[in-house]
């Protein structure tokens, strides 16, 4: 599996694509923003993009849906509970910025506990407490861990936004991400990668003691 990561928006966010070399299948993960580099090396390389998946629904993360969306016809997949959020522009508002326009998820994650584009599968996890429908996606081949804004490399998702939850979100880290191969490479949305055993020992907020 290929993995390029795309710096997009103006809050830098980290937008992965993922593709599939033996099939020229690929899907993108949290489109920060137009791009139209992303286009030109799908149609230069010969990739049909599968799927334009969010991890959840704040703008940071949604404002390319309706860009990559108009331009490949790839369907929109995140998890129901993010659906609400989304509709309201992804709470740009809450930062006094413009609300952004998506269209509407067609695949609801909730229902489903992988997802897969040509020869790669991706396992869904269900990790609430950033917003309430936040999930990642683990490749087990790669060992590889894209889970937006749950866990950062040293920090942790914000939870002062509505939907937000603490304690739900460490629980998320813990018992769901650090359970996790040592050696999984994390791909987050924000930042750096890291590796799940760092961050069991070294993340100030949710290292395990």
Not at 11 to 38: F, H, M, R, W
Not at 43 to 56: M, R
Not at 171 to 177: E, G, R, T, V
Request: contains cysteine.
């Amino acid at each position: 599996m290929i993995i390029k990561k795309y710096m997009l928006g103006n809050i830098q966010t980290n937008s992965y694509l993922l593709c599939c070399e033996n099939k020229k299948k690929a899907v993108i993960i949290d489109p920060g923003a137009k791009s139209d580099k992303i286009i030109q090396f799908l149609s230069k390389e010969g990739y049909e993009l599968s799927y334009i998946i969010n991890t959840h629904g704040h703008f940071d993360h949604i404002e390319g849906n309706s860009f990559f969306h108009e331009q490949t016809k790839a369907p929109i997949a995140a998890h129901k509970l993010e659906y609400d959020l989304m509709t309201v522009g992804g709470g740009a508002s809450f930062f006094g910025l413009k609300n952004i326009v998506s269209p509407m998820p067609t695949i609801d994650l909730s229902e489903m506990d992988k997802i897969s584009f040509g020869d790669i599968t991706l396992d869904l996890i269900y990790t609430p407490g950033h917003t309430p429908g936040h999930i990642s996606l683990y490749h087990k081949e790669s060992a590889s861990l894209f889970c937006g804004d749950v866990l950062f490399n040293r920090g942790i998702g914000r939870t002062d936004f509505p939907g937000g939850d603490y304690d739900q979100l460490i629980a998320s880290i813990q018992k769901k991400l650090f359970v996790l191969p040592d050696e999984t490479i994390v791909y987050s949305g924000h930042g750096d990668e890291t590796q799940i055993k760092y961050e069991k020992k070294s993340n100030p907020w949710a290292a395990i003691m």
